[in-house]
């Protein structure tokens, strides 16, 4: 079965930078575009950035600029580059496969697997 690990998260402070990896099997991982969300204490989970399989991204604006999403086909592995951290980064970052049956690619509901989430807490 399709399985999505995260790794990479902890406690940092404002201004830190924090890599976050996701390690994909039981899917043919070069077809499928990849995708992190975010869920704070309290609000909805939200997009947060995405790597196509052609190898074209696409970001929140709120982490335009400070964040970067990236691939390995080789590896199965997407990973998330955080930098210049704020406290309102602070979440849950959860690695996602977009499906391939299409959609808006900001909205959960176009993600057929998940991974289970990691941690990601700045203080200031």
């Known amino acids: 079965q399709v399985q999505l690990v995260e790794s990479g998260g902890g406690l940092v402070q404002a201004g830190d930078s924090l890599r976050l990896s996701c390690a994909a099997s039981?899917?043919?991982?070069?077809?499928?575009?990849m995708a992190w969300f975010r869920q704070a204490p309290g609000k909805e989970r939200e997009f947060v950035a995405i790597t196509w399989s052609g190898g074209g991204t696409n970001y929140a604006d709120s982490v335009k600029g400070r964040f970067t999403i990236s691939r390995s086909n080789a590896q199965n592995t997407i990973n998330l580059r955080m930098n210049s951290l704020k406290p309102e980064d602070t979440a849950v970052y959860y690695c996602?496969?977009?499906?391939?049956?299409?959609?808006?690619?900001?909205?959960?509901?176009?993600?057929?697997?998940w991974g289970q989430g990691t941690q990601v807490t700045v203080s200031s």
């Open positions: 039981g899917l043919t991982f070069m077809r499928f575009a």
């Open positions: 996602a496969a977009y499906s391939r049956r299409g959609g808006a690619y900001s909205r959960e509901e176009s993600y057929d697997y």
